[in-house]
């Protein structure tokens, strides 16, 4: 895989800041090194739905990215396309069958289970409910899930960072904000910290009802 050039004008992200799905874009941008620029998009105060940002995105979601000409929603996408696009060293998306097997698998989980438990939860919380049983279940079975992955490698896909840590770091990271504990988790926790510490690594804020 031969990575293209840097842009010659900043990548525009459309996000939020509480959004863990916008974070998880910033957070690439960054360790990739990349020039970017942040337009918010309120979109619990409806920014979503104008009829501009429904020209980029008519699902109304963030974030959203526009690089030159191109026009891309879905996180989990957009960390697809950065890792082929501008990932020179090849690790953030490996191209042998079982390595971007391994790291799908961690897509698919984060835009899943992550969101339908952590993610969920977290939001009830933000918009003063509470989290639902259902949602702290599936919250504890895919921290025990990442908890015994985590006991044979450094990393979600293995020895070294991709894109699955990426995406599953946000809303991990911000699940006491939902009331769902990680002190159970020492190996996830471990973890938290191995990518708190890259080069570039930049938080998500916290909200205010942060655990």
């Not at 990548?11 to 959004?19: D, V």
């Not at 699940?175 to 191995?194: H, S």
Request: hydrophobic residues 45%; proline residues 8%; aromatic residues 8%.
């Amino acid at each position: 895989m031969t990575a293209s050039s840097p842009p010659t004008r900043p990548i525009r992200l459309h996000g939020m800041a509480i959004s863990g799905h916008s974070h998880r874009v910033q957070l690439f941008l960054s360790l990739l090194g990349l020039r970017f620029e942040i337009q918010p998009v309120d979109v619990l105060r409806g920014e979503g739905r104008t009829p501009a940002f429904l020209a980029l995105n008519p699902l109304g979601q963030v974030p959203v990215i526009e690089d030159g000409e191109l026009v891309l929603a879905d996180s989990n996408a957009i960390l697809v396309y950065l890792a082929r696009r501008y990932g020179a060293s090849g690790r953030w998306l490996p191209d042998d069958p079982i390595g971007a097997a391994r790291v799908q698998r961690w897509l698919s989980l984060a835009a899943g289970e992550l969101n339908d438990g952590p993610a969920c939860a977290r939001f009830a919380c933000l918009i003063g409910k509470s989290a639902t049983a259902q949602q702290l279940k599936t919250a504890q079975r895919l921290f025990e899930f990442m908890e015994r992955s985590l006991a044979d490698a450094p990393y979600l896909a293995g020895l070294e960072p991709t894109i699955a840590d990426v995406a599953m770091y946000s809303y991990t990271a911000h699940a006491p904000e939902g009331g769902v504990t990680l002190a159970p988790y020492p190996n996830l926790l471990a973890w938290l910290a191995r990518v708190e510490a890259w080069p570039g690594f930049v938080p998500m804020v916290r909200s205010a009802v942060a655990a």
